[in-house]
């Protein structure tokens, strides 16, 4: 009923629906960087202060440019396979 390029368009589908959402769940988790905020308020920044959440932050940037390659690769072999079903 369906060609094999139908399935692999809704798998990629719902791949890039998962990955979406896995990627707002990142980016909703990640710390708020407001550097140079401390300066209105009165808060310093040491260098102590600075370092303790420099290994979470960075994996969760990290987690957030790989998952947003992921969507990017996704989205353009969608389109390939819709190119390809339309010729």
Request: glycine share 4%; net charge positive.
């Given at each position: 009923?369906?060609?094999?390029?139908?399935?692999?368009?809704?798998?990629?589908?719902?791949?890039?629906?998962?990955?979406?959402?896995?990627?707002?769940?990142?980016?909703?988790?990640?710390?708020?960087?407001?550097?140079?905020?401390?300066?209105?308020?009165?808060q310093r920044d040491t260098f102590y202060s600075k370092d303790k959440?420099?290994?979470?932050?960075?994996?969760?940037?990290?987690?957030?440019?790989?998952?947003?390659?992921?969507?990017?690769?996704?989205a353009v072999a969608f389109f390939?396979?819709?190119?390809?079903?339309?010729?």
């Amino acid at each position: 009923m369906y060609s094999a390029s139908a399935y692999v368009r809704i798998v990629l589908m719902a791949l890039m629906v998962l990955i979406a959402l896995a990627l707002i769940i990142v980016i909703m988790f990640q710390p708020s960087s407001s550097s140079g905020m401390g300066a209105l308020t009165g808060q310093r920044d040491t260098f102590y202060s600075k370092d303790k959440s420099k290994s979470l932050e960075s994996v969760m940037k990290r987690i957030t440019v790989v998952l947003g390659i992921i969507e990017a690769v996704l989205a353009v072999a969608f389109f390939v396979t819709l190119l390809i079903a339309q010729w």
